[in-house]
Nanobody, 131 residues
């Protein structure tokens, strides 16, 4: 049984940084891993994803230059380094994973990230940014 386990959320002031971690357990060779977020009253939004085979990444426009996804394949873990945090980054952040490379096809062809490309989801970790 595959588990996706996030950690690293918390509260920070605007301009600060946080690093989220996401480890998959039960299967070590995920193709795509990514982060979504959902703020109260808003739709879920794709933040960024990484293709573990070659390290290709995709980011939504609002986080480009501020957030970075990295991987530690030996630990089956990806990280989301979030710098220059803003109050509108406040949300529940979810890690998602999939064995396929579908996320790459989606972000290359359509420049988006969709939850439909991911089969395994974590429980979420809260990020709160105060002004």
């Amino acid at each position: 049984q595959v588990q996706v386990v996030e950690s690293g959320g918390g509260s920070v002031q605007a301009g600060g940084s946080l690093r989220l971690s996401c480890q998959t357990r039960g299967y070590n060779y995920m193709g795509c891993m990514g982060w979504f977020r959902q703020a109260p009253g808003k739709d879920r939004e794709g933040v960024g994803s990484i293709y573990n085979i070659d390290g290709r990444t995709w980011y939504t426009d609002s986080v480009k230059g501020r957030f970075t996804i990295s991987q530690d394949i030996a630990k089956s873990t990806v990280y989301l380094q979030m710098n220059s945090l803003r109050p509108d980054d406040t949300a529940m952040y979810y890690c998602a994973a999939d064995r396929s490379s579908r996320c790459v096809t989606t972000f290359q062809n359509y420049d988006i990230m969709t939850g439909a490309d991911f089969s395994y989801w974590g429980q979420g970790t809260q990020v709160t940014v105060s002004s």
